[in-house]
């Protein structure tokens, strides 16, 4: 690859007399150019088809520079699905969702500014959802930009809470209730077995 310039020649009287050209090997220029295409090509396919919510988000500081919002700069086609949110980039979290509890805004706020990333599970009531979260940052500090991986792990977290309520009831019951394994060995007993045979768990 050669980039090239021509530029016409002309005597006093400003008659073309002939060419002048320079040329300059771009070779490396290009394949890196490329490399970068595809290097976004790839990157873009996965931002896309991901079945993980995924955004950047830019975390905004009061004027004591602690974190008090942040702004949606990208978000991928499952963000919508998984968060409610609609037409998110660009707006910020308060705009969208003010009553989005502080913790939100102090996780994200520490990975942009110290770097460290964080993995949790937290409720954003505000959005009625429970997500498992994966927070990085992106860039340097001053950016302030945070790259998030999420789940929403609501129908588990309500699967989870029906099972330990109907722990709880079993465990409470006055009716006698034991499960034993194929050996007859008993691996539960309630309260109620306790009242009706007198040995405890």
Request: with cysteine; proline share 2%; net charge negative.
């Amino acid at each position: 690859d050669v980039w090239m310039t021509v530029t016409k020649l002309v005597d006093e009287a400003g008659k073309p007399i002939g060419l002048a050209s320079t040329e300059r090997d771009i070779t490396e220029r290009k394949r890196k150019e490329q490399a970068v295409g595809k290097s976004e090509e790839r990157y873009r396919a996965l931002f896309n088809t991901l079945i993980d919510g995924f955004c950047i988000l830019e975390v905004l500081l009061d004027p004591e520079g602690r974190p008090a919002d942040y702004r949606f700069l990208e978000v991928n086609a499952e963000f919508e699905a998984q968060t409610g949110l609609r037409n998110a980039q660009g707006k910020r979290m308060r705009e969208l969702a003010p009553e989005h509890e502080e913790y939100w805004f102090e996780i994200y706020g520490k990975v942009a500014l110290t770097g460290e990333p964080a993995r949790f599970v937290h409720e954003a009531t505000a959005l009625n959802r429970w997500y498992d979260v994966s927070a990085y940052r992106v860039g340097e500090q001053d950016s302030r930009q945070v790259a998030i991986l999420f789940n929403d792990i609501t129908e588990r977290k309500r699967a989870e809470e029906n099972i330990r309520r109907m722990a709880t009831v079993v465990r409470d019951s006055n009716d006698a209730i034991t499960i034993q394994d194929f050996e007859g060995r008993i691996t539960a007993w309630n309260r109620g077995a306790e009242l009706m045979y007198g040995y405890s768990e």
